[in-house]
Structures are given as structure tokens and as C-alpha cells.
């Protein structure tokens, strides 16, 4: 398929990171932030993604959302964090994005789509809370707060993003953002951001 030939060639890798080797446990294989579909979706896409990283807004924005907006069930999104030591703000976006998620998808998807919108003003200085405040209700901001401040709740978070850490060198990921696209007992690992047309001449003849 011409399509696929094609998505394969758009390897854009931006951003870098030095990875570690080292042993690799079973509880590494997490299920990551669902943020549409589920299980039974013909078509699931991962992303192992640094929220500071530039290349990775542009993914999330021009790519992602549209997929999401155009396939809704039929595409299966799921997010792992994967934070880069070159990024001061990265892990802390992470975190912010985790507790989220324990408030819902909803609330996950909405911190997530202003964290990439803002991402050239925090990542400046690192101001995470100004984006946040903008995404959810106060009672969830309130919810928010409350979870990074419980040490034992930030211990778990703190735990689960390095698992996924550990699940993408497992699969290979040296760059952000890597996808893994599964279809068909199939899957493509494709790392940058491809343009969103080839990405729908891809989708389009599994999931129509």
C-alpha cells in the first residue's frame, strides 16, 4: 500500500534522548492514558510522547486530535509518557497529566490539549498550573492539587512514568514522539509526525 510505504518514510525524529540499558520487569507493560476507542477499536495507535517537546505538540495537534475528532471509536489512542532529561519541564507536565487521568479521559484529554496549546509559554518558566487552571473546573483544579500534594499518590505517579519509560525502551523508543500503530494482528512503528492526509489514506481502508 502506497499509503503505508509512505507514512513509514515520515521518520521526523526531533527530539532525543540518551537511553540506559538495564533489565526490563513484566510490570512494565502498562495500559498507558486511553484518550479514545477501547479494546474492541480496529485500528490502536501508542504514543510515547515528551509533553515539552516540540515535535511531540505538533502531533498531538495537527495529527492526534484530528484522528480522534475524524475516527472517534474506530481508533484506539493511547498515551505513555515518556519525558526527556534534556527537559527541564517535562516530568512535571507528566505528573500533572497522570493526576489528571485519575480524575477521567475527559479531564486527561482536556489537560493534555492545553499543556501542548501553552507548551511555549511554560516551558519558558515552568508555569504548568496558569495552562491548567484553564482546562478543568476548579473543583477538579481542587481534585488535582490534592492528589500532587499526597505523597503517597505522587509516589504511584511517579512509579508509573517510569515504567513507561522502561516500556518504550523496551519497544525500541530512543525519540519523541514514536508511534506504534497496530491493525489487522499488524504494527508500524513510526517515529515523527507524518502529514495528516497520509495518515488518513492510511486509516481510511482499515476502519471504512
Same mark, same amino acid.
Given at each position: 500500500? /502506497? ?27 502498562l ?8 479494546a %474492541? ?9 515528551d509533553?515539552?517537546?516540540p ?13 480522534m #475528532?475524524d ?25 500533572i ?6 480524575l ?7 489537560v ?5 496549546? %501553552?507548551?511555549?509559554?511554560?516551558a ?20 488535582? #492539587?490534592?492528589?500532587?500534594? %499526597? ?13 513507561e519509560l522502561? /516500556? ?7 525519540s ?12 508500524e ?12 489514506q /492510511?486509516? %481510511?481502508?482499515?476502519?471504512?
Open positions: 500500500m /502506497f499509503a503505508v510505504a509512505l507514512l513509514l518514510l515520515f521518520c521526523l525524529t526531533a527530539c532525543q534522548n540518551e537511553i540506559p540499558q538495564g533489565q526490563i520487569s513484566e510490570e512494565a507493560l495500559t498507558g492514558h486511553v484518550l479514545s476507542g477501547s %474492541d477499536s480496529p485500528v490502536r495507535i501508542e504514543v510515547f510522547s509533553l515539552q517537546c515535535a511531540c505538540r505538533e502531533l498531538f495537534i495537527g495529527i492526534i486530535k484530528p484522528v #475528532r475516527y472517534q471509536d474506530a481508533v484506539s489512542v493511547v498515551y505513555y509518557e515518556f519525558p526527556l532529561s534534556g527537559h527541564q519541564y517535562a516530568r512535571p507536565a507528566a505528573q497529566v497522570a493526576a489528571a487521568a485519575r477521567g479521559r475527559q479531564q486527561a484529554l482536556s493534555y490539549d492545553v499543556i501542548y496549546n %501553552d507548551q511555549v509559554f511554560w519558558v518558566d515552568g508555569s504548568l498550573e496558569t495552562s491548567v487552571e484553564k482546562a478543568l473546573s476548579g473543583e477538579d483544579v481542587r481534585r488535582l #492539587r490534592q492528589i500532587l500534594r %499526597d505523597s503517597k499518590a505522587l509516589a504511584e505517579i511517579n512509579e508509573n512514568i517510569e515504567k522502561l /516500556f518504550g525502551m523496551r519497544r525500541g523508543v530512543n519523541t514522539p514514536t508511534m506504534f500503530i497496530s491493525y489487522d494482528g499488524k504494527e512503528k513510526v517515529n515523527g509526525r507524518p502529514p495528516y492526509q497520509v495518515m488518513k /492510511f486509516l %481510511d481502508p482499515i476502519v471504512k
